[in-house]
């Protein structure tokens, strides 16, 4: 088991999509095993923390959820800040909105993040399938294609395919970082990723927000990126 405080990288990954889409549970399967039945809104931002290992290094990260309520959009740039990935989750079964509106998302994010970060399309809520689907898993997959996504769908409530989503995520930012040789650059600054000899450290936003920590009780003392 990965301690909470032994890492070699610190990642900053966002969640994204409409109210009620299941982004919360999403990120409490993840990271506690956990779900909510009678999971509320979000509050502003929420975050957790999940420790795994890439290449023989050791990766924390640090999962950013926010309200998909349109009454939280001025800390949207704060959220977005220093992000190095992103998932996007929509409600395939029951709520075909919420896939529509996955454009709108999609050019916010892209608007306030560094270019070509890797992304996940996610499609939630799969456990009622056989109930009333009103997005085609062709037509998601086929959308994420076109726009450059990876592509899931998942289920909170019976963990399906939650920890493949994530951890391929994971994967994608780690290669792509190593790609562009940022994991190994000294001490310089890029963008509002602060890059050290050994860690990828981001940086939490210095405006006010709400949050509740959704993590281990003995985190809640700890700053956003120990």
Same mark, same amino acid.
């Given at each position: 088991?990965?301690?909470? =405080? ?9 969640? #994204?999509?409409?109210?009620? !889409? ?5 990120? +409490?399967?993840?990271? *506690? ?5 009678? *999971? ?7 975050? &957790? ?11 924390? &990260?640090? #999962?950013?959820?926010?309200?998909? /309520?349109?009454?939280?959009?001025? #800390? ?7 992000? !190095?990935?992103? +998932? ?9 909105? $919420?896939?529509? %509106? ?9 608007? %306030? ?22 997005? $085609? ?6 959308? &994420?294609?076109? *726009? ?9 409530? =019976?963990?399906?395919?939650?920890? =493949? ?6 994967? %994608? ?6 790609? *562009?040789?940022?994991? /190994?650059?000294?001490?310089? /600054? ?11 450290? +981001? ?15 003995? =985190? ?7």
């Amino acid at each position: 088991m990965i301690s909470e =405080d032994a890492y070699d990288y610190l990642f900053k990954i966002v969640i #994204i999509g409409d109210s009620g !889409v299941g982004k919360s549970n999403l990120l +409490l399967r993840y990271t *506690s095993d956990e779900f909510m039945e009678d *999971s509320r809104s979000t509050i502003g931002v929420e975050f &957790a923390t999940k420790s795994l290992k890439i290449d023989n290094c050791f990766i924390k &990260a640090q #999962i950013w959820d926010t309200s998909g /309520q349109e009454r939280y959009k001025a #800390i949207t740039s704060a959220f977005y800040r220093g992000a !190095v990935g992103a +998932l996007l989750v929509y409600a395939d079964i029951t709520r075909k909105p $919420s896939f529509d %509106h996955v454009d709108q998302w999609l050019k916010e994010l892209r608007e %306030h993040t560094e270019e070509n970060i890797p992304l996940v399309l996610i499609g939630n809520k799969l456990d009622l399938s056989d109930v009333n689907r009103q997005v $085609s898993t062709e037509i998601a997959r086929q959308y &994420a294609t076109q *726009s450059n996504m990876l592509f899931f769908e998942t289920s909170a409530y =019976d963990a399906t395919n939650v920890t =493949d989503a994530f951890e391929t995520m994971f994967e %994608h930012v780690y290669k792509e970082l190593a790609k *562009s040789k940022l994991l /190994q650059k000294t001490k310089e /600054q890029v963008n509002d990723l602060a890059v050290g000899t050994k860690t990828v450290t +981001l940086r939490p936003p210095s405006a006010t927000y709400e949050y509740n920590h959704r993590i281990k009780k003995d =985190d809640h003392n700890k700053g956003c990126c120990q």
